[in-house]
């Protein structure tokens, strides 16, 4: 996932990588319309010509920084859902994983959240459609688990509560920089504690 022909490579994997990394900081901040590739060059300190010798178009280079984030993303949810844990572990190990994914990727994310709408309509970018309707069913399916198993509260609108963690987990994007004061694993301890406790089923108070 995503299931697609890579872009034919050229040049050294270790610039392409550096590269790629580049764009996507420039990417991030001025939004793929707006970047040309004479200002992802100029990033690079190289001319826009040579940018070519590696990537065929800016298209591809997006191309390759969105399936190599979801790649690596489904590798870790599908880890996690091998495991077959209970509801709450796997929603713990899911958004864990997630902010990981933002601490690897922080400006991959934020291109998703801010393309993927119009992208997923162009043919070349058509798997992002297909993450996002597994990512759905994945989360929704756990809470509904959840739910049925007793774990998560009776009448918790589970469609309400997958919108909520989605959008609240990757917003981190925009404000998250690795290497700061609490890193991917403690802010994930931390947002749980805050989610959970909201949707968990509270055990009945003794009289």
């Known amino acids: 996932m995503p299931n697609k022909k890579k872009p034919q ?3 050294a994997p270790e610039r392409r990588r550096e590269l790629l990394g580049l764009a996507a900081e420039v990417f991030a901040e001025q939004g793929y319309n707006a970047t040309t590739v004479r200002e992802i060059a100029d990033a690079a300190g190289m001319l826009a010509g040579s940018l070519y010798y590696h990537f065929d178009s800016k298209e591809s ?3 390759e920084i969105l399936s190599s984030f979801l790649d690596e993303l489904w590798a870790g949810y599908d880890t996690v ?4 844990l209970g509801p709450r ?3 713990e190990a899911l958004v864990t ?3 990981r994914e933002i601490d690897r990727h922080r400006a991959a994310v934020a291109i998703y959240q801010r393309e993927s709408r119009h992208l997923a309509a162009l043919p070349r970018f058509q798997y992002l459609t297909v993450s996002q309707r597994r990512f759905e069913e994945t989360w929704l399916g756990t809470l ?3 739910v049925a198993e007793g774990v998560f509260r009776a009448g918790l609108d589970t469609r309400l509560t997958y ?3 989605r959008d609240t987990v990757w917003v981190a ?3 998250y920089r690795p290497g700061g004061r609490l890193g991917p694993e403690e802010i994930a301890r931390q947002y749980l504690t805050m989610v959970l406790d909201g949707i968990a089923e509270r055990a009945p108070v003794s009289q």
């Not at 859902?81 to 077959?84: F, P």
């Open 61 to 63: 280079m997006l191309d």
């Open 89 to 91: 572990e796997t929603i």
């Open 163 to 165: 919108r909520f963690v």
């Open 9 to 11: 490579v050229t040049g």
């Open 173 to 175: 994007a925009s404000w």
């Open 81 to 84: 859902l091998a495991a077959a």
């Open 144 to 146: 509904e688990r959840g």
């Open 97 to 99: 994983e997630s902010f």
